[in-house]
């Protein structure tokens, strides 16, 4: 929209807080949309304030600053996920969570929803109450209630459940030529990945062996053969079953773009194939122990971060 006039202004005001109007009965993805009629400039923020009116801030927010609404951020050129969610005092992976953006990817002048405190956003259904709701997320309900400042819930409005994870529906995939034995599922659909800064951390499980200079890589093991993630959104380029394969046995390699890969050794299974696009968080296979393993390590997953042709240290990625 065209500015320059006084009036122009004020009619974007007005539009704004018409949209915002809109937005507190929907879900807050449309309030990022909604906001497109703004007149800002990179790293600006606004604060939805009691009233409901959008206030523009220059200022750094406080984290420890209890909020109530959820702010709308623009990115700001060559702000990353984590700064973002410093300057709010949230985790990464809430943001990402509320916001279908790719971390690699982000730009300046995009706009993020910010949630008002680390959890998931939930949109009131039906037949829901808040105890139903505290049952699926494994959360408190008066957590619910009081950190949402509500006494009670309405369908079709939006909440946050604080402290929750995102339930993950994995649904096991059929490949030709693999075992179609039963999996099972993530425990009770209710285990997702960690979000990092651009990549997520790809198991559950804690590092038996670090990065150094004999192994450009980490292993993280799980004897309960957990499952993989692909962690960041890219194309299968490699995936390798049933041979030794140098020591890697069964893995996969995940090109993100931006010249960075990633790859998963040592597999029981993989759910990909070559050419297959995958999201961030999504199961690539389950940890086993097929190629080199060793006493020590066992069942693990051997993973490796590529940047340009170079083996870096995984946790410079998140
Ligand atoms: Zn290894």
Redesign the pocket.
Known sequence: MPIGTKKAMFRNTLIIGALLLCMTGFSGASGIEAMSADTSQYGDTFIADQDGYFTKTTSTIAPSVSRKGEIIHIIGAGETISEIAALYGLKSQTILWENDVNPLRIRGGEKLLIPPFDGVGYTVKKGDTVAKIATTYKVPATDILSKNNVTTIKIGEKIYVPNAKPIVNASPRNIAGRSTSVRTPLANNNVGPAVGKILIYPTMGSIT?GYKSS?H?I?IANSNKPPIWAAADGTVIKASSGTWAGGYGNHVIIDHGNGVKTLY?HLEYLDVNVGDHVKQGQVIGKMGRTGRVRGVTGIHL?FEVIENGVKKLPSLFW
């Open positions: 062996q192994h890589a292993d050794g051997h």
